[in-house]
């Protein structure tokens, strides 16, 4: 238990200082990870297990939540491929030219060592990229979903690629998963009866480890990618965002391992930490590329850059590459300390410039193509609110009776606005005026028209923090009417009413119908 107290202190520490200096608490995991390997504390085998199971779990809920008609998008597939094919070149150009000046390590390396390093980082973070979009509320937004898109086909390849390094293929009985389909139905089914407590969360972990990540590694593919496989054939259940949510916390607490165990099994000298900071030089040609590639494919700059400054960081996937080619002496070992290094560097890299996204955007826009009104993306044009009065950002049960009252007892034109495409196609099938996008995004209020001759703005979205993001985009765009919010608690509803909301209706007093009259009052509104 000494150890473990050990461990406990220092990750909590550093954890702790990295919040002080206003980094993400991950920067400070990745510290407390080379810190207590440095003076050969002993390793807690358990470290690396939590890290197994936080991935896993991660990917779970990426496929909860994840639309697979974005997969065949052109500009995520067709961006995956470029980016890939180009950033490999690149990166192992760049070691080729690095062993040309005479760094060590590289001299007298072929170009098949180069090659699997250059593989190695071209990709991107799922894990880092997801905690970045969860942080911002953004992973419903246009340029989130396109960056979790890019993330899944580049897992997908990297998947492939350490299948084929196993040297020999997956087991005949891998056929046999396409049962998972029919099976999945029995599964729902089962859901349905498990209720909304302890029951549901411990449904969600025993489908991630057992038929997702044991059953696929059974037959040998990959087991992380097997929980994303059962998260997407879950994702079509009503309750499958709660059930994202409810593991978030457990989700987040694991993953602490994995950032803590990166820097348990290497031991960096010079050389290895030199090298491995200078390829992070590569991430902002990284970036650059992303950016201007789903330029081309028609979306505005703002989405380009800010997908571009998020994928812009070196993948957890890059580590089990370089370990798999020592492990079939294709690398030296020291070829694991560098990209470990860079895996760690390149987060910090990651962190600096996404804190800082929203304000390099007007500074980078400048270098980017503008792109012609008759090639915009559809997800990506002029949003027009008019003639609406009211707008209801929220369209779950309670937003979605509001949006329902405002129109029946008070007559008023209503817009609503949601993220969730599943809820978009069954709203507008009930004659619900809705625009799928998302209203926590400062792209939405950027890309809104006619918000003059709006009254009544209504935010009833189920996260505190995305109806605080929506109440600062709003004040932002200085909109003068009346705004509306949801709250679960007390301490909330003065934290909405301080920062600028005219009602702030405690959800537990009523339903969507309380919350548009408490609106509609506000407004001076008749019914």
């Given at each position: 238990?000494?150890?473990?107290?050990?461990?406990?202190?220092?990750?909590?520490?550093?954890?702790?200082?990295?919040?002080?200096?206003?980094?993400?608490?991950?920067?400070?995991?990745?510290?407390?990870?080379?810190?207590?390997?440095?003076?050969?504390?002993?390793?807690?085998?358990?470290?690396?297990?939590?890290?197994?199971?936080?991935?896993?779990?991660?990917?779970?809920?990426?496929?909860?939540?994840?639309?697979?008609?974005?997969?065949?998008?052109?500009?995520?597939?067709?961006?995956?491929?470029?980016?890939?094919?180009?950033?490999?070149?690149?990166?192992?150009?760049?070691?080729?030219?690095?062993s040309t000046v005479g760094v060590r390590m590289l001299m007298g390396e072929g170009w098949q060592t180069l090659a699997i390093?250059?593989?190695?980082?071209?990709?991107?973070?799922?894990?880092?990229?997801?905690?970045?979009?969860?942080?911002?509320?953004?992973?419903?937004?246009?340029?989130?979903?396109?960056?979790?898109?890019?993330?899944?086909?580049?897992?997908?390849?990297?998947?492939?690629?350490?299948?084929?390094?196993?040297?020999?293929?997956?087991?005949?009985?891998?056929?046999?998963?396409?049962?998972?389909?029919?099976?999945?139905?029995?599964?729902?089914?089962?859901?349905?009866?498990?209720?909304?407590?302890?029951?549901?969360t411990l449904f969600g972990v025993t489908m991630a480890l057992v038929p997702g990540y044991w059953l696929f590694e059974s037959?040998?593919?990959?087991?992380?990618?097997?929980?994303?496989?059962?998260?997407?054939?879950?994702?079509?259940?009503?309750?499958?965002?709660?059930?994202?949510?409810?593991?978030?916390?457990?989700?987040?607490?694991?993953?602490?391992?994995?950032?803590?165990?990166?820097?348990?099994?290497?031991?960096?000298?010079?050389?290895?930490?030199?090298?491995?900071?200078?390829?992070?030089?590569?991430?902002?040609?990284?970036?650059?590329?992303?950016?201007?590639?789903?330029?081309?494919?028609?979306?505005?700059?703002?989405?380009?850059?800010?997908?571009?400054?998020?994928?812009?960081?070196?993948?957890?996937?890059?580590?089990?590459?370089?370990?798999?080619?020592?492990?079939?002496?294709?690398?030296?070992?020291?070829?694991?300390?560098?990209?470990?290094?860079?895996?760690?560097?390149?987060?910090?890299?990651?962190?600096?410039?996404?804190?800082?996204?929203?304000?390099?955007?007007?500074?980078?826009?400048?270098?980017?193509?503008?792109?012609?009104?008759?090639?915009?993306?559809?997800?990506?044009?002029?949003?027009?609110?008019?003639?609406?009065?009211?707008?209801?950002?929220?369209?779950?049960?309670?937003?979605s009776s509001a949006y329902e009252r405002l129109v029946d007892e008070y007559g008023l034109s209503v817009v609503g606005v949601?993220?969730?495409?599943?809820?978009?196609?069954?709203?507008?099938?009930?004659?619900?005026?809705?625009?799928?996008?998302?209203?926590?995004?400062?792209?939405?209020?950027?890309?809104?028209?006619?918000?003059?001759?709006?009254?009544?703005?209504?935010?009833?979205?189920?996260?505190?923090?995305?109806?605080?993001?929506?109440?600062?985009?709003?004040?932002?765009?200085?909109?003068?009417?009346?705004?509306?919010?949801?709250?679960?608690?007390?301490?909330?509803?003065?934290?909405?009413?301080?920062?600028?909301?005219?009602?702030?209706?405690?959800?537990?007093?009523?339903?969507?119908?309380?919350?548009?009259?408490?609106?509609?009052?506000?407004?001076?509104?008749?019914?």
């Amino acid at each position: 238990m000494e150890t473990v107290g050990i461990y406990l202190v220092v990750i909590f520490v550093c954890g702790f200082l990295a919040r002080l200096v206003r980094l993400p608490t991950l920067v400070g995991y990745l510290a407390a990870g080379f810190i207590l390997h440095a003076p050969g504390i002993d390793e807690l085998p358990i470290i690396d297990t939590l890290a197994e199971l936080g991935v896993t779990i991660l990917l779970f809920t990426i496929g909860l939540k994840l639309d697979l008609r974005m997969l065949f998008r052109r500009e995520v597939f067709l961006t995956t491929a470029i980016n890939l094919a180009v950033i490999m070149g690149l990166t192992t150009g760049f070691l080729g030219l690095l062993s040309t000046v005479g760094v060590r390590m590289l001299m007298g390396e072929g170009w098949q060592t180069l090659a699997i390093l250059g593989f190695a980082l071209s990709f991107s973070s799922t894990v880092f990229v997801v905690q970045v979009l969860d942080e911002r509320s953004e992973s419903h937004s246009l340029y989130g979903r396109i960056a979790i898109g890019i993330l899944v086909l580049q897992d997908v390849v990297a998947v492939a690629y350490l299948t084929a390094m196993r040297g020999e293929p997956p087991s005949p009985w891998a056929l046999a998963l396409v049962l998972l389909v029919p099976g999945g139905w029995i599964v729902r089914r089962l859901w349905n009866r498990l209720g909304h407590g302890e029951l549901q969360t411990l449904f969600g972990v025993t489908m991630a480890l057992v038929p997702g990540y044991w059953l696929f590694e059974s037959v040998g593919i990959k087991g992380d990618f097997g929980a994303m496989i059962i998260g997407v054939l879950l994702a079509s259940h009503p309750r499958a965002s709660e059930l994202s949510r409810t593991l978030f916390g457990l989700r987040e607490l694991l993953l602490v391992g994995f950032f803590v165990s990166i820097g348990l099994h290497v031991t960096p000298t010079p050389e290895t930490v030199a090298l491995g900071l200078l390829l992070v030089l590569l991430l902002p040609i990284e970036a650059a590329l992303f950016t201007l590639v789903l330029a081309l494919f028609g979306l505005r700059r703002r989405t380009s850059i800010l997908a571009g400054l998020a994928l812009a960081n070196f993948s957890e996937f890059g580590l089990i590459v370089i370990s798999t080619g020592v492990d079939a002496d294709l690398l030296e070992g020291d070829w694991l300390v560098v990209t470990s290094v860079a895996v760690a560097a390149s987060f910090v890299f990651s962190t600096l410039v996404n804190r800082r996204g929203s304000r390099l955007v007007s500074k980078l826009s400048a270098f980017v193509p503008t792109t012609p009104a008759a090639r915009r993306h559809p997800e990506d044009a002029p949003i027009d609110l008019a003639p609406a009065r009211a707008v209801v950002l929220g369209l779950g049960r309670v937003g979605s009776s509001a949006y329902e009252r405002l129109v029946d007892e008070y007559g008023l034109s209503v817009v609503g606005v949601e993220n969730d495409p599943v809820k978009v196609d069954a709203l507008r099938g009930r004659g619900l005026r809705v625009i799928e996008a998302d209203a926590t995004e400062t792209a939405f209020w950027d890309r809104c028209v006619g918000v003059a001759g709006v009254e009544l703005l209504v935010l009833a979205m189920p996260f505190h923090g995305s109806n605080l993001v929506a109440l600062d985009r709003v004040a932002e765009r200085d909109f003068d009417g009346t705004v509306a919010v949801v709250a679960q608690y007390d301490d909330e509803r003065g934290e909405l009413l301080g920062r600028g909301a005219d009602v702030a209706f405690h959800i537990y007093e009523g339903t969507g119908v309380g919350l548009a009259d408490a609106a509609a009052e506000a407004a001076g509104l008749d019914r």
